[in-house]
């Protein structure tokens, strides 16, 4: 059971990333997505989610109308769509998954840097 995430990099200032989370040993349409970061020196914080329900998504302030988060089920894959990239959007990006219930399960990628810079 695991999400292998990828697709981070070195950007500059206002470009694009997709970071990309494949999902494997467990049914994904069954799972809460989300997009977590941290930044050197910082706490982890979340970014962007989805539900498994009915897809409503939610943003952190920060990344609202630049990243976008979705799913491919067939494909068990998670996505992060990430433009205008700012410097300070520089940090680990991690995937994760939760499922509702007794017990509630948690699954998280590896993470994946993303460095925005000149």
């Known amino acids: 059971v695991q999400l292998q995430a990828s697709g981070g990099g070195l950007v500059r200032p206002g470009g694009s990333l997709r970071l990309s989370c494949v999902a494997s040993g467990f049914t994904l349409r069954y799972y809460d997505i989300g997009w977590f970061r941290q930044a050197p020196g910082k706490e982890r914080e979340g970014i962007a989610c989805?539900?498994?329900?009915?897809?409503?998504?939610y943003y952190a302030d920060s990344v609202k109308g630049r990243f976008t988060v979705s799913r491919d089920n067939t494909e068990s894959t998670v996505y992060l769509q990430m433009n205008s990239l700012k410097p300070e959007d520089t940090a680990v990006y991690y995937c994760h998954a939760r499922r509702w219930g007794l017990p509630v399960v948690d699954y998280w990628g590896q993470g994946t840097l993303v460095t925005v810079s000149s």
């Open positions: 989805e539900s498994s329900k009915d897809g409503t998504t």
